[in-house]
């Protein structure tokens, strides 16, 4: 087959809707991984449409999965554009185009070799995507030495941060650089063979500070008026990105230039000073309610309830979170995500913040209604399911689309927070009965009462965090040919650093975590156990 005759995106038959071809569709998975294996097993458009800029160190990489890449200043100095298109960047993509699969892509290689059914990679999810598709045709007649403009950009601008998360490090947060400069890394289970940084490794990586003269941001705003143009998707990370300047030079630059077709987000805690909230707020009431972008989201970190919630995220006021998460989601024409990174101090106190969730949901998310009932709404007309509808009577999401959201995605590093390492008394106290509460309160139909729930896409996905944890300590790991990653070491490893970490932080951060969360005082101790047990080399049973 000659690929450079053919077009990859109109030789296949695609489900479609109103909108286009159907993007969460297990036959256009299917469809989409021939059209890709048509030019080559490893050939994925995220390589080339895809892209996190991490400015304040100068890292970068295509997709989330392969590890981030140095970009050499000397490529920058004769090329802005080599934010994106470095010479190791092009070398991958030369090797998609000629039928290898890049070492560095291993996690879809990995789920593509299990050959389970219906299971499909995000070689095949992300290509799919309409910032991304279109382009296969242009794509697969390259030769990879091309530089190229993406249509999803994901930027970090600094590490500037006002909080110190406990999964965070330096390279995200300038309040972890100032307290490993102030009080020196963290390191674990010294002395024995699992020593290990907790934080601090990152001590050797250079780190760009808030007033130094950044090469790699100066890059990004020259290359800025034509890199805008392509975008779909523009998504600003931090560190805390109300924090930064640069931030605020993108929102006055969009009421300046139009995008009708960007889909912006923005990361933050929502615990900058009033000052700066302010100007924020300003400036969203300015372009969320014009055609100069296609929709704006706002991802709102904070992964549990309370007192619990301030202690995995140092500095944060939790009071001031949820008012300002309200005041988001009393806005119109725009969305508002909690991005809870579940984790081990997730789990106490993750269902009272779903509750908090669903209660937003039932006053503001719209309903199912028939589009003729949200128009009359605007002239008068009410239902007892859509009183919201007469504020938002031009939402710019469309119908069915949600004004809040929960993305919840899973930590896996550092491990020792990892919430596979708990008690089985946990999961059956708190896990599971934090399922069963998302489930009961699924969205059953969009006509329905139950139409302001959790979609099964949100289900899904603690579902998955909790058959993790089942699957990886189970009763019963003394079978000597299971896997190495669910033996007894594992587990004594990551809950010995847990045990660790939570003592010295509790030092650092003048905190207590037993007296924060008393729930967990016998895993606490159990976890003091796993010290013993790497200290002696006796792992025993698994009945933890």
Not at 247 to 256: A, G, P, Q, S
């Amino acid at each position: 087959m000659d690929n450079k005759k053919i077009s990859l995106v109109n030789e296949y038959d695609w489900d479609v809707n109103s909108k286009g071809i159907k993007r969460i569709n297990d036959k256009n998975f299917s469809t989409v991984k021939k059209a890709l294996d048509a030019k080559g097993p490893g050939f994925c458009l995220a390589k080339w449409n895809q892209v996190t800029m991490h400015l304040g160190t100068g890292m970068t990489h295509s997709c989330h999965h392969p590890p981030t890449h140095k970009i050499p200043l000397e490529e920058l100095k004769e090329n802005p554009t080599a934010l994106h298109n470095t010479k190791f960047k092009k070398e991958q993509r030369k090797a998609m185009l000629n039928g290898k699969r890049p070492a560095e892509c291993e996690y879809c290689w990995r789920v593509e070799d299990e050959a389970v059914e219906n299971n499909f990679s995000d070689r095949a999810r992300k290509s799919l995507e309409d910032w991304a598709l279109p382009h296969i045709d242009v794509i697969k007649d390259m030769d990879g030495s091309e530089d190229v403009l993406p249509t999803y950009l994901e930027v970090s601008f600094s590490n500037v941060c006002n909080l110190k998360c406990t999964y965070c490090g330096p390279e995200s947060s300038s309040m972890w650089y100032e307290d490993i400069k102030q009080k020196g890394p963290i390191k674990l289970l010294e002395g024995t063979d699992n020593e290990t940084w907790s934080h601090g490794w990152q001590e050797n990586l250079q780190i760009f500070k808030k007033r130094e003269q950044n090469p790699y941001v100066d890059a990004f705003w020259e290359w800025w008026p034509d890199l805008h143009k392509s975008l779909k998707v523009f998504r600003i990370t931090g560190g805390e990105p109300l924090l930064s300047k640069d931030t605020f030079k993108v929102l006055e630059w969009i009421i300046e230039h139009p995008n009708p077709e960007l889909e912006l987000s923005i990361n933050s805690n929502l615990s900058v000073p009033d000052k700066v909230w302010d100007r924020f707020i300003d400036l969203i009431n300015r372009i969320k309610d014009t055609d100069n972008i296609k929709n704006i989201t706002i991802y709102a970190s904070v992964e549990g309830w309370g007192k619990r919630a301030e202690y995995a995220r140092t500095n944060l006021d939790f009071n001031k979170f949820t008012q300002r998460y309200e005041q988001l989601v009393s806005m119109s024409n725009m969305r508002a995500i909690i991005m809870a990174t579940y984790n081990i101090f997730s789990v106490t106190s993750f269902q009272k913040l779903l509750e908090w969730q669903l209660g937003l949901r039932q006053k503001y998310n719209k309903s199912g209604l028939p589009p003729i009932w949200e128009t009359a709404a605007s002239v008068g007309f009410k239902s007892k399911h859509n009183l919201h509808i007469e504020k938002n009577a031009n939402w710019k999401f469309g119908k069915g689309d949600v004004l809040i959201g929960m993305d919840i995605p899973y930590l896996r590093d550092p491990k020792f927070l990892d919430a596979r390492s708990i008690s089985h008394d946990l999961v059956l106290d708190y896990m599971l009965p934090t399922l069963d509460f998302m489930a009961d309160n699924q969205v059953e139909s969009k006509y329905s009462s139950k139409s302001k729930g959790f979609s099964e896409h949100e289900i899904d996905k603690l579902a998955r965090i909790v058959y993790h944890r089942i699957y990886f300590n189970q009763n019963n790991k003394t079978d000597p040919t299971e896997p190495d990653w669910v033996n007894r070491k594992d587990l004594d490893v990551s809950r010995a650093g847990f045990y660790e970490f939570v003592n010295t932080s509790d030092k650092r951060n003048n905190t207590d975590f037993l007296s924060t969360f008393p729930e967990m005082k016998e895993f606490y101790y159990e976890c003091k156990e796993s010290v013993v047990r790497l200290q002696t080399g006796i792992h025993g049973d698994t009945s933890g």
